[in-house]
């Protein structure tokens, strides 16, 4: 399960991550707002490169921004391999993904807590971090459905009661049929 779910996350938040960004580029050309270079601040104090004021390296950010997407998708696929799949799994992981960005960037004194943002800059971040969340989910969910049930789904399925979204497994006879 441990190497589906890397490879799969990989991939899961790699498209996450692209799909993330072709909504922040249109949603810059609405809104006039500008690049956020924080994703390179973070990696540079993280790993000691030096900062230079008023250069952005672009590589730098792009190496962040999907490092951290690529990263965190493995994740999302270790959720829907364990049978957190759907909207509710990407909910949670939407989270997550807001935790890290906030905990990596206060960390390194790159950002301040989100309840000192203005209200419209949080309304953005919280817009594509859940696209993020929902596109790294579909993608994760669809690779692990192709390996059958997860464990908590198989689970659900032969415990009475619960209100499971799949099928239940077949029952077999004494004969294993």
């Known amino acids: 399960m441990i190497k589906r779910a890397l490879w799969q996350g990989l991939l899961a938040g790699t498209v996450g991550g692209v799909v993330m960004t072709l909504g922040e580029k249109i949603e810059q050309a609405v809104t006039g707002r500008p690049d956020s270079h924080v994703p390179a601040r973070v990696l540079q104090r993280l790993t000691g490169l030096p900062e230079r004021p008023g250069v952005q390296p672009l590589p730098v950010n792009w190496a962040m921004h999907y490092g951290q997407a690529a990263l965190l998708g493995v994740l999302r696929s270790v959720m829907a391999q364990a049978g957190l799949r759907g909207p509710l799994a990407s909910a949670k992981f939407t989270v997550v993904r807001l935790t890290n960005d906030q905990i990596l960037e206060n960390a390194t004194g790159v950002g301040a807590p989100p309840s000192t943002w203005p209200r419209g800059e949080l309304v953005v971040d919280l817009l594509h971090k859940t696209v993020y969340a ?23 399925a032969v415990r009475p009661g619960r209100h499971a979204h799949v099928a239940p497994l077949p029952r077999k006879d004494a004969y294993g049929r």
């Open 134 to 156: 929902f596109v790294t989910g579909a993608v994760a969910d669809a690779l692990a459905a192709r390996d059958g049930l997860g464990p908590g789904q198989r689970h659900a």
